[in-house]
């Protein structure tokens, strides 16, 4: 009996030194332990893990997109760098050919004939900027090339409308990169706060309302269990007041 008295002590010590280690093992929330505050806990640290999920899943693709969009970047600078020197280089030559044509094209010019047109595009709930080139109307530097040097002219036009279409899509692709930047910044700030912060404080709650629980279980089963003893000694001496009792009587009869 003596040796079962002190095996219980032992786990006992041991099962509240493993309750102190949780409780100093992190933050947590102030609750109440009770069942009820026990399942919404539950259910509270289910949502924050499926959210950490969706929003690690947002940050994968949007961090594809980020990667993907300064891959076309990097290449469109490099194709921009060559554009430009062709079109400085046709340039050079107009002017050689039909000689300062920048007078006819500053009276020609009425209106913009190439407009930027906006469009968005979702990306995981991420709204990103499109920038497209579209002509409207005729031609009105057509009749430029119509004197001397008109070939020249021409290469001239279509080499600054390449270039042109270049810088619009390098453009969007710019403030692309920006807005996904600034979005999966966001998105990993988040993913940190519920993985490092979130999720530990409601694990800790769950395993401080499940410790306080089971010591609540324990503290009534001692206590029913004293009851029950005291219950037993107070048979025991009444069925033996009553033995002495009859004893008594009987004696006294005699």
Known sequence: EKGGRVSFKLSYYNEY????????????????PSRMNLTAMKTRLKGAQKGHSLLKKKSDAL????????????????????VMKAVYFSLA??????????????QNADKA?????FTKDNV???????FTMHCEGS???????????GGTVTKCKE?????????????????????????????????????YVIIPRLENTIAYVIEELDERDREEF??????????????FISSKSMIILKFVKIRNLI
């Open 17 to 32: 030194k493993s309750y102190l280690s949780i409780m100093g093992s992190g933050d947590k929330i102030n609750v109440f």
């Open 93 to 106: 030559e107009a002017a050689f050919a039909a000689g300062d044509i920048s007078q006819t094209v500053i």
């Open 139 to 149: 031609d009105v530097y057509q009749l430029i090339s119509l004197g001397r040097g």
């Open 124 to 130: 995981a709930g991420v709204q990103l900027t499109n």
């Open 222 to 235: 001692y206590r029913l269990k004293k009851v029950q003893d005291k219950k037993k000694v107070c048979f």
């Open 63 to 82: 961090t594809m997109k980020f990667r993907a969009t300064l891959k076309k970047i990097i290449e469109n600078k490099t194709v921009m760098g060559n």
């Open 159 to 195: 080499t600054a409308q390449k270039a042109l279409q270049l810088l619009v899509e390098l453009a969007s692709l710019q403030t692309s990169f920006i807005t996904l930047d600034e979005a999966i910044k966001i998105t990993n700030r988040r993913v940190n706060g519920i993985e």
């Open 113 to 117: 004939q190439n407009k930027i047109k």
